[in-house]
């Protein structure tokens, strides 16, 4: 009961700024995530199936929580940072070449 008043607390002060509701959230499906991080559902699959945005799976459909979709974004931003950005799918140029 306590955990309950707690949680509607936090979710009653996310009412000011909404931008920050899916703090708020247990969990997030892909699609939340695709919208908070601004990407594609195919980039979204492919770091999940990497390991490096962790999921779970609920029935048929897949979660994640909101620490690990900030945790995945911050190793984007740090693999930015040190120069080596991250490639999921290599275009379809490179992979011609890497063909060849």
Do not use: N
């Not at 995530?33 to 990497?50: D, W």
């Not at 779970?56 to 080596?84: C, T």
Request: contains cysteine; charged residues 25%; proline residues 5%.
């Amino acid at each position: 009961m306590a955990m309950k008043k707690m949680l509607l607390a936090e979710v009653r002060g996310h009412e000011q700024d909404p931008q920050l509701w899916w703090k708020a959230r247990l969990k997030l499906s892909l699609a939340e995530v695709c919208e908070l991080a601004g990407e594609a559902m195919p980039l979204i699959r492919m770091a999940a199936a990497s390991g490096q945005l962790r999921t779970f799976v609920v029935g048929r459909r897949r979660f994640a929580r909101p620490a690990d979709v900030e945790a995945w974004i911050d190793f984007l931003q740090a693999q930015s940072d040190a120069g080596k950005p991250v490639v999921y799918q290599a275009r379809p140029q490179a992979r011609q070449q890497a063909s060849a």
